[in-house]
């Protein structure tokens, strides 16, 4: 046995969490492929008003995010009473019923009539199933990570979370294009959204096979009195010379198996609900859901718009993710905080700026050279927005929920802190486009007034964790518990008590 662990097994390991973020990125965009059909199958045979056609579109496109607020929330009671790794398992047979279900909801509905566009209630209750799973495993995956890897890699490693996510969303890009080519409008919007929302199966397949194959964590294992098992596995992840006193060490921290979540105090779980808060009301998902809107209302072309909406921010994201996972154990969780927030707030502003100025919008009526000089300007800060989001905000973020909870919190209060996510996620996606098209603000700010928000929001994200958020970087998780305040007297009495002899 080596005396510095497996770090091969730590990478495996690792891997076959993040399939996890793989599920959250692939359905992000693979429903942005079958917007229309829905509508155009569920919504339009109805015969609603105008405002109520495109509320109802809205509302269906974007329910998985509730599903997703729902899934966090049952998380950490799973994840504390049967484990991370059958709460992952959990998640990719959800996903994996919820995808087929999607994509064909009339089957087993089909009895009680539910053809058609009688099928939406049952295409509403697979969209809510995918989210659920989708919020479980954005929980329980980097908090996998972070319990079986060492704190030297940590960060790296949970970083790896919003890796996947990002190659979930350019890879779902490819896939729904192979689905469409060289068929008509018809077939897709009889035919191909529903193999582009079946197609999310796949990976919810691979899920399930590798958690079959994966170990529980160390430290639910201690969590469940299984202390043998808990030394033998930290014994190939750590090595013989640390093993025993990591377990000592969690140990320690889990004298009291269950407590309050707000036993350190409230200002841990603050912390943890505002990271998330930020991380949505600075407007990543508004840019993602919505950036063939944005880029139209640069001026630019619907098929440009799609290009350049799947082409930059995919890339973009992608290559500055992966510097968050070769800085983050190097540079710190807060200084990268910081800089991408600064960064964003920058961009939006100024994005907001020339949409106000009348500078990228309403450019379809100029000549062509100077329409697509206006729109690479708009392109340009969007970029740059993207740029400061993917190194900090997005990877980051997933980082600090999966380590800054105690032990003998972590589930509960992870639990609360992604579901404060989802929640605000789903916000933001229903606001954006009220603000966009509304025809007052569009008046006054001429389609820039999401962005002001969102850039004030990102000022205010970089104040909040200079004065909020603690740094993390190299701790073990049982350390990062001193961070915050102490049980009360009373408490850590009956912690005494309650401890072993």
């Excluded at 979930?168 to 018809?186: C, D, E, K």
């Excluded at 025993?244 to 979540?261: D, G, M, S, Y």
């Excluded at 070769?326 to 910081?338: E, N």
Aim: one cysteine or more.
């Amino acid at each position: 046995m080596s005396n510095k662990g497996n770090p091969g097994l730590v990478a495996a390991l690792t891997v076959a969490a993040t399939l996890g973020g793989l599920l959250f990125g692939y359905d992000t965009a693979v429903i942005s492929g079958a917007t229309n059909a829905i509508t155009h199958n569920f919504v339009l045979p109805l015969h609603l008003s105008v405002g109520a056609t495109n509320f109802l579109s809205g509302f269906a496109i974007a329910i998985a995010l509730l599903g997703c607020a729902l899934g966090a929330a049952i998380a950490g009671p799973v994840s504390t009473r049967l484990g991370r790794k059958a709460g992952l398992l959990i998640a990719g047979v959800l996903f994996f019923v919820s995808s087929l279900g999607a994509g064909y909801p009339e089957f087993l509905w089909s009895i009680f009539g539910a053809v058609g566009s009688h099928a939406l209630p049952a295409f509403l209750f697979y969209r809510v199933m995918a989210g659920a799973a989708i919020g479980m495993a954005s929980m329980l995956a980097p908090m996998y990570i972070a319990e079986v890897a060492p704190p030297s890699s940590r960060g790296m490693l949970v970083t790896f979370q919003q890796i996947a996510i990002v190659v979930g969303i350019m890879l779902v890009y490819f896939v729904n294009y192979g689905i469409q080519a060289g068929h008509s409008r018809a077939y897709l919007l009889t035919t191909a959204w529903r193999h582009m929302l079946a197609s999310a199966a796949i990976p919810a397949a691979l899920l399930i096979v590798f958690m079959l194959m994966v170990p529980e964590t160390p430290r639910f294992l201690v969590l469940k009195d299984r202390d043998p098992e808990a030394l033998a596995l930290l014994k190939r992840l750590v090595g013989e010379a640390e093993a025993q006193p990591t377990l000592q060490q969690i140990k320690a921290t889990l004298v009291e198996h269950t407590r309050p979540v707000l036993s350190f105090g409230w200002l841990v779980l603050f912390v943890g609900i505002l990271l998330s808060v930020f991380q949505q009301v600075v407007g990543i998902n508004a840019v993602l859901y919505y950036a063939p809107q944005m880029f139209e209302n640069m001026g630019a072309s619907t098929t440009q718009a799609l290009w350049d909406s799947a082409i930059y921010s995919g890339v973009t994201m992608f290559l500055f993710t992966l510097i968050a996972t070769f800085t983050v154990d190097r540079i710190g969780r807060k200084p990268l905080l910081v800089a991408g927030a600064l960064i964003m707030s920058a961009a939006m502003i100024f994005l907001g700026f020339l949409f106000d100025r009348h500078l990228v919008a309403a450019t379809v009526g100029q000549a062509g050279g100077a329409a697509r000089g206006s729109s690479y300007i708009g392109l340009a800060a969007v970029v740059f927005y993207i740029l400061g989001f993917s190194f900090s905000w997005g990877p980051v973020v997933w980082v600090m929920l999966s380590e800054i909870f105690p032990n003998s919190i972590r589930g509960k209060a992870m639990s609360i802190a992604v579901g404060a996510q989802w929640i605000m996620n789903f916000i933001v996606s229903m606001t954006f486009p009220m603000m966009d098209g509304s025809p007052y603000l569009n008046a006054h700010f001429n389609h820039g007034f999401a962005y002001w928000v969102y850039g004030a929001c990102s000022l205010l994200a970089a104040v909040f964790v200079i004065r909020f958020v603690p740094e993390t970087k190299g701790r073990t998780l049982e350390s990062i518990q001193e961070l915050w305040h102490r049980p009360r007297p009373e408490a850590s009495l009956a912690s005494s008590k309650a401890a072993p002899q």
